[in-house]
């Protein structure tokens, strides 16, 4: 296959590779890893928000392979606690702390808040860098609340506390189908999708 058409996705998390797979597979593109496309480069992530990290880490991974790159940057942000864990989310509490420990923080943090003061957003900026240089930045959220309970075992991160109301269920609870049809990513995705795909149309 040839270089126009591998798409090197800045990730080593196979969860996230399975919905990026799921939602770009029709797109005609080799969509590999950077570990897959052989890059090993340390990318420092000093962005303020979301887009800026995004863009960071596909702008690198383009320089590097000299293909088309995308990277997204995710994380949750809870309204009782200012926004956070915000663009912090996966370094928060230290990288290497699991995220059993980190849920349970952010329950207690939440302890004897009120339902509609408990509301909180998954947020997935998403960009993409071409050789020539152009750039294309989507970003998109999912919104629901923090539970007063870990539940579920579908999902990843910070799942397992964000309450969806609409289904009774936290994110891990939902089957991944029904995830990525609203999630935060699967939305950046869908809608990086129909740029990728009008880009390509006007070529």
């Not at 799921?22 to 890059?39: P, R, S």
């Not at 949750?76 to 849920?103: C, F, H, Q």
């Not at 075992?153 to 969806?164: E, R, S, V, W």
């Not at 891990?172 to 049809?181: D, H, V, Y």
Request: charge should be negative.
């Amino acid at each position: 296959m040839s270089d126009k058409k591998k798409l090197i996705f800045a990730t080593g998390n196979p969860g996230k590779l399975k919905e990026i797979k799921a939602v770009l597979g029709d797109l005609g593109y080799e969509i590999v890893t950077m570990k897959e496309a052989g890059i090993d480069i340390d990318i420092v992530e000093d962005g303020k928000t979301f887009e800026e990290n995004a863009l960071i880490k596909a702008k690198a991974v383009c320089e590097a392979s000299g293909c088309l790159a995308m990277a997204d940057d995710s994380g949750l942000e809870v309204d009782a606690m200012n926004k956070e864990p915000g663009i912090y989310s996966a370094r928060w509490m230290g990288y290497d702390t699991s995220y059993d420990i980190k849920n349970q923080a952010i329950i207690d943090k939440l302890q004897g808040v009120p339902d509609e003061e408990r509301t909180a957003r998954f947020v997935c900026a998403c960009a993409a860098v071409f050789p020539n240089g152009e750039e294309l930045v989507v970003k998109c959220n999912m919104e629901g609340r923090i539970g007063y309970e870990i539940a579920g075992a579908n999902g990843f991160g910070y799942d397992p506390i964000f309450y969806l109301p609409e289904y009774g269920k936290t994110s891990a609870e939902i089957t991944p189908e029904e995830k990525n049809a609203i999630s935060h990513r699967g939305k950046a995705l869908r809608k990086m999708a129909e740029l990728l795909k009008k880009m390509e149309a006007s070529e």
